[in-house]
C-alpha cells in the first residue's frame, strides 16, 4: 500500500506561483510514473503532467498543452516527493490538484487517469484574477 499526500495549495492571484509537493510512503519502490490531475467545479478531472523515473534516472517528463511552459514536474528521490511548479497562474487552473501514482504504465497511456493506482486527497488551487 502506498499513501500519498498532497501539500502547497492555497489562493494567488493571476501571474503567482505555487509549488505542489506529493509526498508518497508506505511500500514505495524506485521506478515509478507520477501524475498530476486536476479537476474543477463542474468538470472531469484533467491530466496535467506526469513524470517517469528509475532510480536515478528520469526518463520523461510530460505536459498537458494548457499548462506547458508555465508548469514544471520534478522529483525529490531523498524525500519521495514529486513537485509541481507552477507559475504564471491563470484562473482558469483553479481546481483541486490531486496526485498519482502507478509503479508500471505505457507512456502512451501515461495521461489516462485509469491506470493509476493510487491516488491522494487532493489540494485546493485557487487563482483570482
Known amino acids: 500500500q502506498v499513501q500519498l499526500v498532497e501539500s502547497g495549495g492555497g489562493l494567488v492571484q493571476a501571474g503567482g506561483s505555487l509549488r505542489l509537493s506529493c509526498a508518497a510512503s508506505g511500500r514505495t519502490s524506485s521506478s515509478y510514473s507520477m501524475g498530476w490531475f486536476r479537476q474543477a467545479p463542474g468538470k472531469e478531472r484533467e491530466f496535467v503532467a506526469a513524470i517517469k523515473w528509475s532510480g536515478d534516472i528520469t526518463y520523461y517528463t510530460t505536459y498537458a498543452d494548457s499548462v506547458k511552459g508555465r508548469f514544471t514536474i520534478s522529483r525529490d528521490n531523498a524525500k519521495n516527493t514529486v513537485n509541481l511548479q507552477m507559475n504564471s497562474l491563470k484562473p482558469e487552473d483553479t481546481a483541486v490538484y490531486y496526485c498519482?501514482?502507478?509503479?508500471?504504465?505505457?507512456?502512451?497511456?501515461?495521461?489516462?487517469?485509469?491506470?493509476?493506482?493510487?491516488w491522494g486527497q487532493g489540494t485546493q488551487v485557487t487563482v483570482s484574477s
Open positions: 498519482a501514482a502507478t509503479i508500471s504504465v505505457r507512456y502512451s497511456e501515461v495521461r489516462d487517469d485509469r491506470r493509476y493506482d493510487y
